[in-house]
């Protein structure tokens, strides 16, 4: 029967081999050019690594201009209630707040301070810039509407050109 613990018992320990200590008959000018080559090594290590630093950060803000495209992008952004001409025409004095509501919309402006005035107001920004700005109040009397006035508000035609959303420009 062969013993398991065979190769260590004969000094062939895998721990022992991989790495030996300088011989003791090895000359002092061998120990000598491995104790140079180990402090070459080091400083050559420490001088790559500080001479590549600066590198690595153009390296990367190079990619992350690459990155972004070079440019910010601005999504078209739609704020407020586009009300059409059509709906101002149907607007009647004596109408109810409800009534109102529900042909128009709610209003982007409900003051306390002005309980009995709504306004609505509109703008269309396209890459950051307002194209479009429109507005429209609303006076009541109590819960009756009594007065309206404000922009001169856009057909509906013209409106779905000017709206942001793909689903109205039918795209």
């Known amino acids: 029967m062969i013993r ?11 721990a022992r081999t991989a790495r030996r200590p300088p011989s003791p008959l090895a000359t002092r000018a061998e120990l000598t050019a491995q104790a140079a080559f180990k402090v070459q090594h080091r400083f050559m ?34 704020q407020g209630n586009l009300i059409t001409s059509e709906q101002v025409a149907q607007l009647k004095e004596g109408m109810t707040r409800l009534q109102v509501q529900a042909l128009l919309g709610s209003p982007l402006l409900r003051s306390d301070l002005h309980a009995n005035r709504w306004d609505y107001g509109f703008a269309m920004r396209k890459r950051g810039e ?4 429109r507005r429209f109040t609303l006076f009541f009397d109590g819960d009756r509407l ?4 404000g922009d001169p508000q856009p057909t509906a035609t013209e409106a779905l050109k000017i709206s942001a959303l793909p689903a109205a420009r039918g795209a």
């Open 4 to 14: 398991p613990d065979l190769p260590q018992a004969l000094g062939h320990h895998p």
């Open 45 to 78: 290590a420490r001088l790559m690594s500080s001479a590549l630093r600066p590198l690595s950060f153009i390296a990367a803000g190079f990619a992350l201009v690459l990155a972004t495209g070079c440019s910010v992008y601005r999504p078209d952004i739609q």
């Open 130 to 133: 307002v194209t479009e700005m």
């Open 146 to 149: 009594i007065k309206w006035q």
